[in-house]
């Protein structure tokens, strides 16, 4: 069964930082892009960053460009974000997924994504 397991996800104050992890079984994705998402209450999900295979070329989304860094360990079959300076409106419960196929970096496209973790949320208070 194949499974992407998110972590590292809590409480912060604004300017805080945290980390997750997106730990993945049942199939390897190492040659695959991965991306994370996130969806705030009554929003729509929406892209935040992306890595193609090799963790040589990624994508952000405006709103987190240069504050959040996405990486990838194909060893341990684990993907990171990385976020940094976090402000309330970053508030939202993150996703990883996987966009089978793709060698480059992953599309921005939620419904191009194949496989999809359960979430974990990020609270970020003022």
């Known amino acids: 069964q194949v499974q992407l397991v998110e972590s590292g996800g809590g409480l912060v104050q604004a300017g805080g930082s945290l980390r997750l992890s997106c730990a993945t079984t049942?199939?390897?994705?190492?040659?695959?892009?991965m991306g994370w998402f996130r969806q705030a209450p009554g929003k729509e999900r929406a892209f935040v960053a992306s890595i193609n295979w090799s963790g040589g070329s990624t994508d952000y989304a405006d709103s987190v460009k240069g504050r959040f860094t996405i990486s990838r360990d194909n060893t341990k079959n684990t993907v990171f974000l990385q976020m940094i300076s976090l402000k309330p409106e970053d508030t939202a419960v993150y996703y990883c997924?996987?966009?089978?196929?793709?060698?480059?970096?992953?599309?921005?496209?939620?419904?191009?994504?194949?496989?999809w973790g359960q979430g974990t949320q990020v609270t970020v208070s003022s």
């Open positions: 049942g199939r390897t994705f190492s040659r695959d892009a």
């Open positions: 997924a996987a966009d089978v196929g793709r060698l480059g970096i992953g599309s921005r496209r939620a419904n191009e994504y194949n496989y």
